[in-house]
Each structure stands twice: as C-alpha cells, then as structure tokens.
C-alpha cells in the first residue's frame, strides 16, 4: 500500500518539506510497514482481484499527482464500479489514512526525543519554556498573584458528532499505536514477549473485519460514556498530576504567595446538559449526566483507597504517627490491623466514601467497605481525612511514600470532588421566552409576555425576581404544556444534581442567541423557580452562572452592549457580586463563521474580547471568557497554543474555558501522552497570555484594528455575495456536497438542523464544514479572504505597495493575523478545486453549477495569491508536519472522493441497493479520518 517518497511530487501549493531524507526516514518506513501489513491483510481476506484493485487504485492516484494521467480518466474508471468491488477499495484507503495517522503520530513523538537529546530549549507550548519567559521577565509577586486569582483551564467536552470513528475501532487503532511505539524505543517483542510485528498483524487483522460505521444512531446515553472513558483512559492520571506540577512550580518562584492554590485545569461538559436544537435531552439525562459523572469519580477513588491500603503497610512498631493520624486509625476497630495504623485510617475513610456513595449514587462501585461510618458530606472533608495521612507521613521521614499514589489522589479529589466535571446547560433564548410567556400567563401575571417591549419585559422580570413566591407549583404542572414540563423537569433536575454532588456540578447556564438584557434574566426567572436563585434576601443566591452566548456577528458586535445594559440592572449586578463578580460570556466561532465567513467572523470575536474586556474594566467585574470553538479551523479550530496567545490584551486574565469537539478530543485526550501535551499547551498559553504582553502592536494597534475593520468588512461582502445573495446557493449546496447523507452517519444524537426547514441559518454548524471538507472545498476557512486582500491592498489611498507592507508588517508582529494565516494555510492546503469539480458535476442545473462553482474557484486562486503575497511563502512553510502530512498522505483520499461521488450519483438517481448508501457513508468516513479536522 505505501509508495516511496522518492517518487512523490508536490502537490497543489504544498512544496515538498525542507526536512532532510534522514529526519523523515522512519516515519516512511513506519508508512511502508503498516501499508505493506494491510496490504497482505486485504490479499489474505479478499484475494488477489481485491488486493489488485486497490493496488491499481493507489498507483492511478499518484499518477494523477504526478500529472501522468488526467484526473478525468480516474473519474471513468470508477464509474459503473459494482458496490462490492468499490466497500473493500473504500475500506482499504480508509483504513490506510487511519495507519498513516498513526505513524505520523509516532513519528512526532520521535522528533521531539530527538530536539530533547540534543539539548535544545523547551519549544514553544510547553511549560518548560512557559517558566523560561517568566523567569526573563522578573514579574512582581503581587501582579501575579492579582492576575492568576481564581484562574481556570477548563477544556469542556461536547457531544458534537464529528468524530466518525466507533470506539471499537478507536481501541485497535490505539493497540497499534501502542505496538509502534513500543517499536520507536527499539524493541521487538511486547513486555510478555510476544513479538511486535506479529501483534501489529494480528491489530490490524482486527480491524479489517471491524465495521467502521455503526448500524444505529448513537443515544445521548452513548455520548455520556463517551465522554467518561477519557476520566479513565488519562484524565484522573494527567490532570491531577499537572495541577500539582504548575503550583509547585510557581510557588517555587513566587513563594510568598498562595498562587494556584486552587486546581488550574477542571475539565467540564456539555454532554447531556446541551439542549439547544436537541429535543432529546430530559430532565432525566440531565440527571443521568451528572449522576454518572459522580459516580465515574467516586469509583476512582475506591479504586485508588483500596490500592493505598495494600501500599501503606507501615507497622506502628516501626514508623512513628502524629495525635491526629491516630485518632484517625482508632475510629476502625479492627484488632488484625492494630499496629498498622495508615492502613485503619485509609479504611476510615474508604468506609466513609461508601456511606458517601451510598447516599449519592443510584448505583454501587467495587471495592466499597460497610464500617458503619458517616458520610463525608463534601469532598473537603474527605481531602481533610487525607491530609492528615499526609501529614503523618511527612512529619515522620516518608515524604517519598507520601508524594506517590496518596499525592495523586489527594490532588484528585481537590479537582474532582463528588462531582467529577462541571455539567454546563444549554438553551436557545427563543425556547427560553416561550416558556416564560407560558409561565407567566398560566400564573395570572402577564396574559401576553412576547407582545411586551424590551424595557417592560426587563421590568416584569426584575419585579418577579425580586419576591421568592414561584410561578408554579411543582406536584401539579398538568396544565402547562409539553414544552414547558420538559423545561421544568431540567431545571428541577439541576436544582437536584447542585443538592446532592454540590454546586460545582451545574456550574454554568448558557444561553445561545442571546440578543438582549431580557435573554439573560428569563433562565434567571426559570433558575429562581427550583430554587437556584434567590435574589430577595440580604445574601443573594445563584450557584449557577447565567452566561450569555453570542454567536452571530451583529450579535458580537453587540455583545458588550447587551452584558453592559445587564450589569446596569440592580438585581442582575447583585447575582454577579454573589458570584464572586466574576460574569462568563462565550463567544460562537461556529454560528459566526456561517454568517460572515472565516475573516469577518475572527475580526467580530477579536473585537467583542476588546470591547468585553473594556466593559469589564468599566463595570469593576471579573470576566471569563468561554471559547466555542470546534475541530475545524472554519469553526475556530487550529494549534491552541497560538490560538491562546493571538487573543486580545486582557482577554485571557486567567482563566480560558473552551470546547472541544468531535474527532479532536480523540485526538487530544486519548491517552495520557497525548492528553499531558495538550493540556500544558492549554495552561502554558494561559499563563503567557495572562502575564506577558503577546500582542505585540504597542502603539500601532489602532491602525492595525482599523486594516481589520476594513479588511472583515471586505471579506464579508464578498462572503454574503456568494453564500446569502447568490440565487441557487443552498441549492448547489445540497447537490454538490453530500450534505443530505450526512444525517444518516449515526454519529451523534442532535438532529443536522436545528429547524426542519433548507436555511443556511438554520443548519448547524457542523454538517455546514463536514460537508464542505468531504468535497475538498473547505470554503468556511478561507471565502472571501482574497477578495478582501486584493481590494484592501488596491483601493486604499496610499500606493498599494505601502498598503502591501501594512499586511506584511502584520504578519510578522501580530499573534492574531498570524494566526488568521496560518490557519487558512492549513484549509488551503486540504482544499483541491479539481476534486471539487467533481463535486460541482452533481449538480444537474449547469447555469447554476458555473454561476456558483466559478465564483469559488476564481476565489480560491485569488486567497492562494494574496497569501503568498502577505507571507512571502508557501502554503504551510510554519507547519512543516502537517506539510509533510499533505505531501505523504493526500493521494490515498482521491480514491475516496472518486467514489463518493459516483455513489452519490447513483443513490440521488434513485439506485436501491443498501451498499451504494453504505458506500457513501464509508467514504465520509474514510475522509474525516483522513482529513484529521474536518467537522
């Protein structure tokens, strides 16, 4: 299946990687090796006539990169393939991208052995070199100690569904990578001996008659254990162990502070709690999400309660104990373990944690222990017992004993609690005002609440606020409607989860499509009705942050507006006080790259962060910022640690909440290797952001601000001419994209549009990019772009050349035009217009396909200009890995494109059979696993 590198030729844009032969040598002969194994696995199971076909397949591919034949002449010989020649040739390319994904994996891992082992500095993105920049700049230890002050990283898991893969498949692809990297380190056989390439063989074997696309769709229940596996797979190892590392570290250097005393990284989620278009979510999942949460904690907990008795075996005879270790052992009365006192006080508290679960958990662990105790009634109290184990052991000569297991569990229960993550809810406004009107007329308060004016809502709803009688009565609810009960029944379900596993457990309310001061105080109304604010007496009341999301542009643009009319409003500003005044707001990458393309909508973010952080500094608050950005670089995607440092001064402040979707969380937080990387990047780039100035522009940061507000202004016109304007485009949209088929996928329980109706604006974000990756378009990173280049650089009063060093200039200095660039770069690459004329040819209606498909292209050629142009360079010179990922790898997915779109052809002709659609759904597949972030 692998082709030597020496034959490969550039593809598109992307020039072959300056990295010497030697340096990527072995990532080829990983290539070689996985192929060659896949290879003989597809001959042993479908013979030689498979095997051929996808042989002749691969060497037409290259052909075609290297110009030797026509890409049409591929095209034909894939038409009229029978479906059960084209699944194995499918598979095969599938399965293909799949091992090159892992060697390429690998093969990073072992570039950065290799920069350690010759002494070079910590790269960018780790903390190493963090601690290096901060040390060079002497910083003052009150500044730092202001400026981390209830600092968080929170990386907050989604069930949006891009990631195609089943879990099946994800654990063979995990033992290979295991085997191979056990290979990296010289080995030949396993730790029991087995020998590697047999083992590989026998992976990959597996995975060959593993089926890639699941049978039904996926229930929230499925995405809730999900997103618990990564706890288990490298969460309670990595992010306890972090949290302990970075405190020590900056209470080294700063040590008259108590900075980071709290836990940095607290992951969160929104799976099971995001109700925004996903008529699936209940009360009862809502429960369900959080109830297994706790219980994915405290399992963790017993699990490491009974290895720490087995390790603490310390005799009393022999190890010397504090009063209060004592007093501690003699609540078990156990007389075999009479002079093993540590062991009597971890069963203390293993004893207490089971009448704990017992109480707060609908379903029972292993390894709990019935003494009769009582139950910790907070994970404080618990982390209390613990310490005093601590103690004991430092204070009499066992510090290496306590630095071990107890140290990470101790660190655990500080960042888990009972509750494990914090569960985020999510709802649309509109869903929001409905109930409310409901709510209200039911109760005889206001007949008609939607036909009031901004000003008397926000007066109705301050005055009900204000007094604690609630709207309803929950025992009797007969007389609302469906709507609204279900509403009802997750807030009574919140109300229950902050009751039993404490506030951190539903930290957050969002509202999306927030557009005013009434969005925000109707979820209060609903928050106050189960009891989870209290705005009335002399200590107001809200566990449960209300934070609004803007996602459209005009809503960016308004954002700080509508948070400041908000504040200005008595009853709302005491809420935020009771919360520390700390306000959440989080910004929608997705939604606003919908509305007005990739420019437009990172210069409206870039500019509601300044506008948010001046409103904040106005309003003497404390703002977190909530990121809302997915896998893709068209839904706020791209490297994190530049994404983090191109924010605005000020907008980090120590705290950074953001999702992270889809295929990406595989690919982040797999394992703890992989999650350790990705998580320090996070708190490396936060700590940076928050105490050295990144930006960069000094005092050219106006006239930067102003070439932006021209540039996205530019950039959406042009967007808005094609995609809003254009008469046809959803039309060719539907056609040319498999767009339609992509709800058939089974790979997530939301529905693809929120509304059953064919608006742009109605279609989530999602299917938006995935379907515009599979045809190798990617318009959502790039449209519009050139256009706005070209006419800034052109139009301006000064000589376009002076106007040209502006961007130049900008692109050396700025963090976040850098970034802008770069990440283009990224989805340029990926793109490849003579793919997508393939695409184009589905749609039937020619004065439509060329009114749409030439306004693409031309753009597409203009953005490749106008980059070069900017950054004096080729697609992707910053990013020598991915460049190399393009270079080795992109000539495997023409195979799959090919087929896709005969089988789209024959499925929307009307063709029956169940594996032209199968078919289809393996090459979606096969390309978002080829593609890496494509949804």
């Known amino acids: 299946m692998a082709e030597s590198i020496d034959s490969l030729e550039p593809i598109g844009s992307v020039t072959r990687t300056h990295v010497g032969r030697e340096a990527t040598e072995p990532m080829r002969e990983d290539i070689r090796l996985l192929g060659a194994i896949l290879g003989d696995t597809i001959r042993e199971h479908h013979g030689e006539e498979v095997f051929d076909l996808v042989e002749w397949a691969r060497v037409e591919s290259f052909r075609v990169r290297r110009s030797e034949i026509d890409r049409a002449e591929l095209a034909a010989k894939f038409r009229g393939i029978a479906p059960e020649q084209a699944i194995p040739v499918i598979r095969a390319f599938t399965y293909f991208a799949l091992l090159a994904n892992v060697a390429e994996d690998i093969h990073r891992e072992r570039r950065r052995a290799v920069h350690v082992a010759a002494g070079e500095p910590p790269p960018d993105g780790t903390l190493a070199a963090t ?164 219980y994915t904690a405290l399992r963790h907990y017993f699990d490491e309660l009974t290895a720490l008795e087995q390790e603490l075996s310390l005799s009393a005879r022999l190890a010397r104990v504090t009063p209060e270790l004592t007093e501690l052992a003699d609540r078990c009365d156990e007389p075999a373990r009479r002079d093993e006192p540590y062991r009597r006080a971890l069963r203390v508290i293993h004893g207490r944690l089971t009448a704990t679960a017992a109480e707060i958990l609908d379903r029972r662990p292993e390894h709990t222990l019935d003494l009769g105790l009582p139950r910790y009634h907070s994970p404080a109290e618990m982390l209390a017992d613990l310490d005093v184990v601590d103690d004991s052991l430092r ?71 204000s007094i604690r009688r609630p709207l309803t009565r929950p025992d009797d609810r007969s007389g609302l409607s469906e709507l609204t009960r279900k509403e ?36 209060a109304l609903l928050l106050k009705e189960v009891g989870l604010l209290d705005a009335a007496g002399e200590r107001p009341y809200c566990p449960i942050g209300i934070v609004p999301l803007f996602e459209t542009i005009d809503d960016l643009e308004r954002g700080a507006s509508i948070l400041e009319a908000a504040l200005d409003v008595p009853l709302y500003r005491t809420l935020v006080a009771a919360r520390g005044n700390t306000q959440e707001v989080m910004l929608g990458y997705s939604d606003s790259n919908k509305d007005g393309g990739y420019l437009a909508a990172n210069w409206a973010l870039y500019r509601a962060e300044l506008d948010l952080v001046e409103t904040a500094r106005r309003t003497g608050i404390r703002l977190r910022l909530f990121h809302g950005r ?49 998580l320090e990047t996070l708190v490396a780039a936060t700590l940076e952001a928050t105490l050295l100035d990144v930006e960069g522009l000094g005092d050219a940061a106006e006239p930067a601000y102003r070439a932006l507000d021209e540039l996205a202004a530019r950039a959406r016109r042009a967007y808005s001419e094609l995609v809003h304007e254009t008469p046809g485009f959803v039309d060719y949209f539907k056609a040319s994209t498999p767009v339609s088929e992509i709800g ?38 790039w449209y519009g772009t050139g256009t706005a280049f070209e006419e800034f650089i052109d139009a301006g009063p000064e000589p376009a050349e002076e106007r040209l060093r502006l961007l130049q200039d900008l692109y050396r200095r700025w963090p976040f035009f850098a970034s802008v660039l770069s990440n283009m770069a990224q989805v340029l690459a990926k793109s490849d217009m003579g793919l997508a004329a393939r695409y184009a040819e589905l749609v039937e209606d020619e004065a439509l396909r060329r009114r749409v498909f030439d306004k693409i292209v031309a753009e597409h050629a203009r953005t490749l200009r106008m980059h070069r142009l900017i950054t004096d360079d080729e697609l992707l010179a910053d990013n020598p890995a991915l460049a190399r990922s393009v270079f080795n790898r992109f000539p495997y997915l023409e195979p799959l494109n090919h087929l896709q779109v005969e089988l789209l052809r024959r499925y929307r002709s009307g063709e029956d059979d169940e594996r032209v659609k199968r078919g289809i759904l393996l090459t979606m597949s ?10």
Request: aromatic fraction near 6%; include cysteine; charge should be neutral.
């Open 131 to 294: 601690y290096r920049k901060l040390d060079a700049a002497g910083l003052p230890a009150d500044r730092v100690a202001a400026a981390l002050t209830g600092a968080v990283v929170s990386p907050v898991i989604t069930a949006h569904p891009t990631e195609t893969r089943r879990r099946t498949v994800f654990e063979a692809q995990h033992r290979v990578t295991e085997l191979m990297r056990l290979r990296l380190h010289g080995h030949t056989h396993t730790e029991d001996g087995r020998e590697i390439e047999r083992e590989l063989r026998r992976h990959i074997h597996t995975l060959w008659q593993t089926a890639l696309i699941r049978l039904s769709r996926l229930t929230i229940s499925d995405e809730i254990d999900t997103g618990l596996r990564y706890y288990e797979a490298a969460f309670f190892q990595v992010i306890p162990q972090l949290n302990a590392e970075v405190r020590s570290a900056l209470q080294a250097r700063w040590p008259q502070t108590r900075v980071l005393d709290e836990p940095i990284v607290r992951p969160g989620s929104w799976i099971g709690g995001d109700r925004d278009g996903n008529p699936n979510v209940t009360g009862e999942i809502v429960w369900s999400a959080a109830s297994n949460a706790a």
């Open 395 to 465: 204070r009499n000569g066992s510090a290496v004993i306590a630095d071990d297991r107890l140290a990470r569990l101790r660190e655990a229960v500080r960042t888990f609690g009972f509750h494990l993550c914090g569960l985020d809810l999510r709802q649309n406004s509109d869903v929001h005002e409905e109930v409310v009107a409901e709510l209200l007329a039911w109760a005889g308060v206001h007949p008609d609440y939607r036909a009031l004016t901004e000003s008397e809502r926000i007066k109705l709803l301050v005055d009900e606020l």
């Open 488 to 523: 009802l029944d997750i807030f009574a379900a919140a109300a229950r989860a902050v009751r039993v596993y404490g506030p951190p457990a539903i930290p957050n309310y969002i509202i999306s499509m927030c557009q005013s001061v009434s969005d925000m105080l109707e979820p």
């Open 630 to 678: 997915g896998g893709t670089v068209g839904r706020g995607g791209g490297p994190s640690y530049q994404a983090i440092l191109a924010q605005p001064p000020g907008a980090v402040s120590g705290s950074l909440r953001l999702t992270e979707q889809g295929e990406v969380i595989a690919a982040k937080y797999a394992e703890p290797r992989l999650a350790y990387r990705n």
């Open 744 to 781: 058939e996928l089974n790979i997530g329980s939301r529905p693809v549009s929120r509304k059953p109706t064919t608006s742009i604006a109605d279609l989530r974000a999602i299917p938006w990019v995935l379907a515009w990756s599979q045809s190798r378009v990617m318009l959502p990173g």
């Open 926 to 935: 096969g390309l978002a696993t080829a593609l890496r972030n494509s949804g």
